[in-house]
C-alpha cells in the first residue's frame, strides 16, 4: 500500500528469470499500481479484499500459479537478489525456506533494540513449544513449495502471519532451511508495524497454536480410533 517510491528499488533487485509478479495493492492511494506496471509490464495486480499483512498475503498466494511461493515486502527492505539461495534450498530439497536475519551472514539495518529483544524471545518460547530450531521468528522473507499452503491454511489478518506459517510448518511435519537475509531500512515511507501492538498479536497466535497442539493430543490419547489406527482414521 502506498509504494510507489519503493518500488523501483524492489523491482531493480528482482531477477530477470522470475515465472511471475504479483503485487497485492491495498487501495493505494498514490501511483502504486502504475509504477509496478511501467516497470514490470507482465505484473499481476490483484486488489486486497481486507486489511493487514496476512490478509494481503493469503490474497497475493491465491493468485500465484508458480511451484513456488517467493514472499518480498514492497519497502525496499529485502534484496531480491538473495532469491536465487531461497530457490536454490528448494531445490536441492526443503519444502519451505526461511529468511533469517541473525543467521549467520544475515543482518538488520532497521530492528530497535526493543524488537530485536522482543523477537528472541518469542522466537524462544516457539522452539521451545515446537521443538523448532529458528534463529528468526518474525521475518517477511521466505520462499515454499505451492503445496505447503495446503498443509498449513492460513486464517490470520496482521503481522503475525510470519510467526503462524513458521510454527505450522513445523507442526505439519515440513523440511525446513534457514536462510541467511539481510534486512535493509525501509527507503520512503513509515511502517505499519507497531512493536507492542503486533508483539502482543504474535504472542497470542503462540499461545493459541500451542492450546490447539495440546487439545489434539488428548484427542487422540482418548480415542481408540486414532490410538490404534483402525477404522475410518487408519
Not at 32 to 52: F, H, I
Not at 196 to 209: A, C, T, Y
Request: hydrophobic fraction near 35%.
Amino acid at each position: 500500500m502506498n509504494e510507489a517510491e519503493n518500488l523501483p528499488y524492489v523491482f531493480k533487485s528482482l531477477p530477470g528469470w522470475v515465472h511471475e509478479v504479483v503485487l497485492v495493492d491495498g487501495n493505494s492511494t498514490d501511483d502504486t499500481v502504475e509504477v509496478a506496471r511501467s516497470l514490470w509490464p507482465d505484473v499481476k495486480v490483484v486488489g486486497q479484499r481486507g486489511k493487514g499483512k496476512g490478509d494481503a498475503l493469503i490474497t497475493g498466494f491465491e493468485s500465484c500459479t508458480g511451484d513456488i511461493i517467493v514472499m518480498v515486502d514492497a519497502d525496499g527492505s529485502a534484496d531480491g537478489g538473495e532469491i536465487v539461495s531461497y530457490v536454490s534450498a528448494l531445490v536441492s530439497g526443503a519444502d519451505f525456506a526461511k529468511g533469517s536475519r541473525f543467521a549467520n551472514g544475515g543482518g538488520t539495518d532497521d530492528m530497535t533494540l526493543l524488537r530485536k529483544l522482543g523477537n528472541w524471545a518469542l522466537c524462544t518460547v516457539v522452539n521451545r513449544k515446537f521443538g523448532a530450531r529458528y534463529t528468526d521468528l518474525c521475518y517477511g522473507y521466505n520462499a515454499f513449495w505451492r503445496h505447503c499452503l495446503d498443509k498449513i491454511d492460513l486464517d490470520c489478518t496482521g503481522f503475525e502471519v510470519e510467526t503462524l506459517m513458521n510454527i505450522r510448518v513445523v507442526k505439519a511435519g515440513l523440511k525446513v532451511q534457514e536462510i541467511p537475509s539481510h534486512e535493509y531500512l525501509r527507503i520512503h515511507g513509515t511502517s505499519n508495524l507497531r512493536a507492542v501492538r503486533d508483539g502482543l498479536r504474535v504472542l497470542k497466535v503462540i499461545l493459541e497454536e500451542r492450546s490447539n497442539r495440546r487439545d489434539l493430543r488428548r484427542r487422540t490419547h482418548r480415542s481408540p480410533l486414532l490410538r490404534t489406527g483402525q477404522g475410518e482414521l487408519s
